[in-house]
């Protein structure tokens, strides 16, 4: 049972910046499929960005050029670098882990799941 904990949430103004973390104690990171999702009130979870086992990086379009997903896989810490903030980005951000190489395209196929750090941009 892989325990995932998100950090780095918070308040910010249109144009800020945030960086989330998510640890696990006890889940290998280059071992996993890594991806950040999130969920505004009343809207499905939705994926943002993805790190292969391999480090391959998949970007949401509309995120695309202002997050940066990466990973540190000596302290096994995922992060998602988020800039030029936009209200639509404001949610719950969930990091989610599946074991092994090319990462499932939705929420269904991840097993493991942290219990979210809320993001709210303001203008």
């Given at each position: 049972q ?7 949430g918070?308040?910010?103004?249109v144009?800020g910046s ?9 889940l ?5 499929c890594?991806?950040?999702f999130?969920?505004?009130p009343?809207?499905?979870r ?12 998949i970007?949401?379009?509309s ?16 992060y ?6 936009t ?5 719950m ?5 599946e ?5 499932p ?9 942290g219990?979210?750090?809320?993001v709210?941009v303001s203008?």
């Amino acid at each position: 049972q892989a325990n995932l904990a998100e950090s780095g949430g918070g308040s910010v103004q249109v144009g800020g910046s945030l960086k989330l973390s998510c640890t696990s104690g006890d889940l290998t990171v280059s071992r996993h499929c890594m991806k950040w999702f999130r969920q505004a009130p009343g809207k499905v979870r939705e994926g943002v960005a993805s790190i292969s086992n391999l480090g391959r990086k998949i970007y949401a379009d509309s995120v695309q050029g202002r997050f940066v997903i990466s990973r540190d896989i000596f302290k096994d810490i995922l992060y998602l670098d988020m800039s030029m903030l936009t209200p639509e980005d404001s949610g719950m951000y969930f990091c989610a882990a599946e074991p092994g190489g090319d990462c499932p395209s939705g929420a269904d196929g991840f097993h493991y799941w942290g219990q979210g750090t809320q993001v709210a941009v303001s203008s």
